[in-house]
C-alpha cells in the first residue's frame, strides 16, 4: 500500500508524503526564521517537531539543528542525519501514526497553510559555483558566438567546465530582479552604457552541498553523493550583452552577479532516488578521477513560464528535463575538490543551462530566439529578450505512480533599471 | 613633532603609530580569536580596551564590535567609526596620555608580544572578486598566451576586468600550500593529469570592504573610498597548465581555488593616506560612471622572495609596487556594483597581478621566466615554476619620513600533493 499522509494532499500536489522537502520560513511577518518541511499545502515547523521532542532517533535526539535560521547545520551532518529525519517525518506525517494526528495542540502549533509562510534562502551559500554541464547548451552558445565549426570547446568533454558565481546577490523565489545596467559591445568609438538589451533567464537546477571536505582533501567521485543533501530549481538571470563585452579572458561577472533566484524548497537524493535514470554515455571516456561506479541523472520535467506585464495568463516557452545533462552532480562534486578546494555546509553547485536537443527544449532565450534573431511569440506579443515587467516562472517535477516529486517554482519579475 | 607611542618602536618596523592596522589573533593556542591592532614588536588585544572602557567615543562607546570573532561588524560601521578607533588608539598609545602607559595591569592583559600570537583571517570574507588592473600583467599574460599582436583584450581599457573567486580556500599567511592536482592540456589524446607542473605565485594586494551596499544600488565612484576599509597583501597562487586547459570559456577556476593567501594585517586607507599619489592617465577616458574627480594610487614597495627547501636564505625575485595599477581601488569597487550587485563587509576584493613594466619588476613567475622558457637563478639552484619546498614571502611597505606604514609579510611554503 502506497505511502499516505493524514493530511489531505491533492493528487497534482508537489509535496506528498514522498517527497517532504526542506525550506526555511517565517509562519508570520517578522517571526524567526525556522526550517520547515512541506506537505501537501501546509509546511511543517521543524523547531516544533524537535521541541516537542519527536525527533527521536540518536542523531538527532540531542541536536539544535533545527532550531537554526538556517538549515547549514542540519546539512553539514551527513546523509545518515537526512535518512533519521526522513524516516521519522515519514513516520509522523503518515496516516496511521497517532503522535501528531491526533494531537491538536502540537497539530495547531506545528502545521502552518503554506500560503501564510514567508519563504527565505534555505540555506547561507558560502560560495557558489556555476557548471556548464547541458551539451546542447555548450553547442548553441559556442555556434551563436564563435560559429558552428567547433563550437564546444576541446576541454569541454574531458573538464565539467565551471567559473565561481557571486553567493551575496542569490535572492530567494519572488524577489523581483531590477533590470541591470553595464557596458555592451561599441558599435562606434565608446561601449554602450546603459540598462541591458538582451537580458535572459538560464534555466538551472542547483545542488546544496552537504558535510564537505576539508582544503586539501578531494571527494572521491563515488562518494560525491553523501555531499549532495539535495536539489532545488535556480534562474541564473543572465545580461548577454553585458556578458558578451566582458568574459574575455576571465568568464562572467557582471552579466551575472546581479542578481540568481532559487527556488524555496530543497528535495533530498533520497526523496529523487525513485526517478534516477542513466546519466549519457560519456564518449572520450572520462579520466580515472571523474570515472564513476554508477553513473546517474533524474527524470525530472522541468518547464518555463513567461508572463508579460499586463497579461493574465503565462506562456510556455520551454519544456526540459534534468536528464539531459552530460556531467553528472556527483562527477561536478568531485571534479571540483580534485585541486583540494573545500567545499563547505550549504555551498551551491548549479548545473548550467539545461538544455535538451529540440530547440522547444533550449534552456534559456539566447537559444531560443537563437540571439534575437527569432523572436518567440507569447499570444499578441513577442520577445527576443525580457522586458520589463516580464515574470518568468521554473517549475520542475518528478511524476510517479499516482502522485509527484516536484520542486514547486522558482519565479522573478523584471523590473525597470534605478533611473 | 612627529608623534611617538611610550613603546618603543624599531625605526625599521612596519608597526609604528602612524599605522596601527588591524587583526584577528589568539594571544595563546585555544584562546577565543579576538581583534587587535599592531603596535611595534606588539598586539593590542582590543577586546581588552574596549572590556576596560577605553573606547569612549560616540560611535564606539555602546559597541560590541571589538569583543566579536573577525572584524566584520567593525568595518560594517563604516568610515567615522574608523576614524574614531584611530584617534582613540593613537592616544592611547602615545608617549604623552598615561591611561593605558601607567596602567600596568591593563598593559600585562591588553599588550601580547607579536612572536607569542597566533594569527587568524581578519574576517570573514564572504565573496572574493579578482581583478586584473595591471596593464603590464594583462599585456604579458596577453603576449605569452596569445601572441605579440593585440596582446590586451578590446575590453579591458573599457572595463577593470574581474573574476569571482573562491572564498573557502582564502587562507592566512603562514599556511602551507599543498600543490593542485588537475588536468593540463593533453599532448597526445587524453589530458595529462597529476601534480600541477607549472604552480606560481601572483603578488597583488587586496581591499577589505566595508558597508557595502545594498542588491540593486550602485556605489558612486566618487563615493567609493569610503566602502574601503584598508589593504592586505594577497597571493593568489596559480596553477597555470590547470588555468590555461580549463579557462575557455568560463575563465579560471581549478586553477586558482586550491589556495589564496592573505596577510594578517589590514593597513587602513587613513595610515596609507600619506602615501598616496596620482593613478596613471587613463586613455580612452573611462565612461562617466568609472569618471572620478581623485584618481588616487598608492606609494606601496612590493617585493617578493622564494626561500627554495634547504638553503637558509631567501633570493628577491621581483620587486614591484601598488602605484603601477591603472584601474584604481575605487574604480574597481564602483564597476562591480554598476550592475547593482551587492558588496557586504568583509568581502575581498583582489588587484590582479601588480607587475611593473620593467622585467624585474613582474608579478609571478609566469611573466619573470616568460612562461619557463627563461628560468631565475636563486643562488646554486634555478627555477621555471614553483617545486614542493620553496616558501614564498611577499613584502609591502610605505616609507614615511623616519617611519614606515608596512604591511609585514605573506609567506606560504609549497608542499607536495597528497599521494
Redesign the interface.
Known amino acids: 500500500m502506497a505511502l499516505k499522509s493524514f493530511i489531505e494532499v491533492h493528487p497534482d500536489s508537489h509535496f506528498p508524503i514522498q517527497n517532504l522537502p526542506y525550506g526555511v520560513f517565517r509562519p508570520v511577518p517578522g517571526s524567526a526564521a525556522r526550517p520547515g518541511v512541506a506537505i501537501g499545502d501546509y509546511v511543517l515547523d521543524l523547531s516544533e517537531i524537535a521541541s516537542a521532542g519527536l525527533f527521536d532517533g540518536p542523531i538527532l535526539k540531542n541536536s539544535d539543528c533545527f532550531s537554526q535560521l538556517n538549515l547549514n547545520k542540519f546539512v553539514a551532518i551527513g546523509r545518515s542525519a537526512w535518512k533519521e529525519a526522513r524516516a521519522t517525518l515519514q513516520r509522523l506525517l503518515s496516516s496511521t501514526e497517532p503522535a501528531l494526528r491526533d494531537n491538536a495542540a502540537l497539530r495547531q502549533k506545528s502545521l502552518v497553510p503554506m500560503n501564510k509562510v514567508e519563504m527565505l534562502l534555505p540555506v547561507a551559500v558560502?560560495?557558489y559555483t556555476d557548471f556548464?554541464s547541458s551539451m546542447h547548451h555548450a553547442k548553441n552558445c559556442?555556434t551563436i558566438f564563435r560559429g558552428p565549426e567547433n563550437p564546444i570547446?576541446a576541454?569541454w568533454f574531458?573538464?565539467p567546465?565551471?567559473?565561481?558565481?557571486?553567493?551575496?546577490?542569490i535572492?530567494i523565489s519572488g524577489t523581483d530582479i531590477?533590470r541591470?545596467?553595464?557596458?555592451g559591445h561599441?558599435t562606434g568609438?565608446?561601449?554602450y552604457?546603459g540598462p541591458s538589451l538582451k537580458l535572459d533567464f538560464e534555466l538551472e537546477m542547483a545542488a546544496i552541498v552537504g558535510p564537505g571536505n576539508e582544503?586539501?582533501?578531494?571527494v572521491d567521485v563515488n562518494e560525491a553523493a553523501d555531499h549532495i543533501f539535495g536539489l532545488v530549481l535556480m534562474n541564473d538571470w543572465s545580461?548577454r550583452d553585458?556578458q558578451a563585452?566582458?568574459?574575455?579572458?576571465?568568464?562572467?561577472?557582471?552579466?551575472k552577479?546581479?542578481?540568481t533566484t532559487v527556488s524555496p524548497w530543497i528535495v533530498t537524493l533520497d526523496a529523487l532516488e525513485p526517478f534516477a535514470c542513466d546519466a549519457p554515455k560519456q564518449e572520450?571516456p572520462p579520466?580515472?578521477?571523474l570515472a564513476e561506479k554508477i553513473s546517474k541523472n533524474y527524470d525530472i520535467a522541468l518547464e518555463v513560464q513567461i508572463k508579460p506585464a499586463g497579461q493574465d495568463e503565462s506562456h510556455l516557452v520551454t519544456r526540459s528535463n534534468f536528464n539531459h545533462l552530460y556531467w553528472t552532480l556527483t562527477q561536478q562534486l568531485a571534479?571540483?575538490t580534485?585541486?583540494?578546494?573545500?567545499?563547505?555546509p550549504g555551498?551551491l553547485l548549479g548545473t548550467g543551462t539545461i538544455s535538451g536537443p529540440e530547440p522547444e527544449s533550449f534552456g534559456c532565450l539566447l537559444e531560443l530566439t537563437w540571439n534575437g534573431q527569432k523572436p518567440l511569440s507569447l499570444n499578441e506579443t513577442s520577445r527576443k529578450f525580457l522586458e520589463d515587467g516580464d515574470e518568468v516562472t521554473f517549475t520542475g517535477c518528478c511524476k510517479g505512480n499516482g502522485y509527484n516529486v516536484g520542486f514547486g517554482t522558482c519565479s522573478g519579475k523584471i523590473i525597470p533599471s534605478?533611473p
Open positions: 558560502g560560495d556548464f559556442g570547446p576541454n574531458h573538464i567546465i565551471a567559473y565561481h558565481g557571486r553567493a551575496s546577490s535572492v531590477i541591470p545596467r553595464g557596458q561599441p568609438k565608446t561601449p552604457f582544503l586539501g582533501k578531494p545580461a553585458i563585452w566582458e568574459y574575455v579572458p576571465l568568464g562572467p561577472f557582471l552579466g552577479s546581479f542578481g572520450p579520466l580515472p578521477y571534479h571540483h580534485i585541486n583540494g578546494c573545500n567545499l563547505r555551498d534605478h
